[in-house]
């Protein structure tokens, strides 16, 4: 029980690496309240979940839900002890067809909206409260079209490095976990039908050394042990999680 008594809000936790995420962190004796826009995807969560968890509808750019989120927590659980800032959205942003409402969307939702989740939890935590930023192999890997989603992992790099030092004084820790492709519902968009699948996973695939898709368990393994106090020495890290992915698809 690495996490026992630990109180932790997870965003986008009503799916994909946040469901899972809060599957382990709960398994692990942690409580969490989960947000996420969609209600019916966040009332099946909770009831996977069970009584250690508590879903809010919140919508991650809407800094009133956020604090209502963290609310939430502290006053059903008593504390915040780890935020796993990890709601994210997609998003082809092509040089030659993107507008700046959509650019701006995905950063707005990525990048900005994560640094005032943590913002907004800061009051409540306390020294040895650990922060979990969720970026991607997008932000070093130059895959033609994600512009805006590459720059806002890219920004959740660097955020993160300037966090950790800016909270290492007050005892609290900020690393971030780097996932590779990972089997989530983000690809439905991407891919609709079975074969549509498949043929997305092999061209994928022939970029992972390790050959295969992560599951959304592999990140969120990670981020126990970033949230745990195994990891007391570590601030300002990242931890890749992609099977060695060595290059765009
Ligand atoms: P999912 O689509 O399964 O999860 C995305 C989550 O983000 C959902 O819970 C969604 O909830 C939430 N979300 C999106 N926009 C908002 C918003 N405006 N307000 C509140 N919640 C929001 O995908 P993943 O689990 O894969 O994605 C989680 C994170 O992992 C993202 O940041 C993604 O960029 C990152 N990632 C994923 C990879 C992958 O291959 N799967 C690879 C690298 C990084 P709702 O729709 O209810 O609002």
New binding site residues.
Partial sequence: MRLQNKIALI????????LATAERFIEEGAKVVI????QE??DAAAAKLGPNAVAVR????DDAAIKKAITTAVDHFGGLDIVFA?????GATPLGGTDRAGFEHILN??LTSAFFTVQAALPHLKSGASVIL?G??HQVLGIPGASAYAASKGGIGAMNRVLASELAPRGIRVNSVV????R????STRASTPEAVTQLEAGFARAIPLGQWSE?VDIANAIVFLASDEAKSITATEIVVDGGTIGAP
């Fill in positions: 965003t986008g936790g009503n799916s994909g690496i946040g947000t996420g826009r969609n995807t966040l919140a919508d991650i750019t990890n709601a994210g959205i997609p939702t990525n969720n991607s192999v996932p590779g492709a990972t989530t519902p983000i690809w959304a």
